[in-house]
């Protein structure tokens, strides 16, 4: 995956996609339609490598001393970014002596997210720990669980309205802030970008864009070109990519605040052969492997690796009456080639 080292960050060619590439890129329907294929190959194919040191979880701090309980875990769309959580989980959970459930919607869906919810309600599950796409919307279906006294924890994204028990994952106003920080560095305090955020309800989405404006405003001339949204959808967040790119042909980087904008940059990058620079929020093994290739040049992450091991030890406790603190800051860090391939 690594391939041969380049001097990825001193890199500064800007290149302006060229009007001969128009009849591959006309093809960018087919490119979104293997969008999710492409990904879950990458995905695969780094799995099949020597585990890497960003995806081990220490095992979480129970004891399988109690029957076995059975754990569910509601994403907020399937996607290969959580299909490492979902497997650190399941290990976390055989040595507690547990079991886990998960469940996703195909795409974004509030109304999924709370039949799916109210499914493991029925359930009578020992525990649930769910990313809600709108805290606002979830936040009764979570009291309703609390109430029928099934703990809950959010994880990526809270929605501290609830009764939820915890919450597990990042500052993400915080992280936003470090991503403005690591984008003024690459384009020493000047230069213009496109920016592109997943879905405008979601807690962690809008923190992440708030801390980053603030700091893009407040400490550097960098100009922002275009900001999109596009609502969890891999094909949306294709297409509104490449029309940004096709309004302005001279920007500097494309700033992902949210991984499915980042996953989409990939196959831009491969498909108009770019050289910009390109950041993204979240670490996965199809991330990773766009880091050694230089189609990212770095990801901010909040260590979603350490997500698992404590998503079932809070719940655990929980169950078995012992104190829970209120919040895990998983903190965040950056992951670029030097990182990943010193």
Known sequence: MAGSKTAYWAKEERKVPDRSLRSAWMTRCCIAALLSLVWLAASGCANNAPASPLYQSASPNVQPDSPELTFGIIYPVAHPFYEKVTELAEQAAAAAGSRLIARAP?????????????????????????????????????????????PVVCFESDA?????????GGDNKRAGLLMGK????????????LVENGLPEMNSHKERMDGFL????????????????????????????E??????????????????????????????GLSRYALTFGMMPAIEEAI???????????????WAGLIIEALHGAVTGKAVANRFDTGESTIDYERLFP
């Open 106 to 150: 195909d795409e974004a869906n509030v109304e999924q997210q709370i039949r799916m919810l109210e499914n493991m309600i029925r359930l009578r599950l020992d525990g649930i720990a769910i990313s809600p796409i709108d805290s606002d919307a979830l936040t009764p279906y979570i009291n309703q669980a609390v109430e029928a006294g099934i």
């Open 160 to 168: 501290p309205a609830s009764k939820r028990l915890a919450y597990i």
């Open 182 to 193: 690591m984008l003024n560095e690459l384009l020493h305090n000047g230069g213009m970008v």
């Open 214 to 241: 603030d700091y893009i405003r407040e400490e550097t001339d960098i100009q922002i070109l275009e900001m999109n949204m596009h609502d969890g959808s891999e094909t949306d967040a294709l297409t509104k990519l």
């Open 243 to 272: 029309h940004m790119i096709d309004d302005h042909p001279h920007f500097d980087a494309f700033v992902a605040l949210d991984f499915i904008s980042g996953a989409s940059s990939v196959i831009a990058w491969k498909a108009m």
């Open 292 to 306: 050694g290739n230089g189609q990212i040049t770095l990801a901010v992450t909040q260590h979603e690796e350490s």
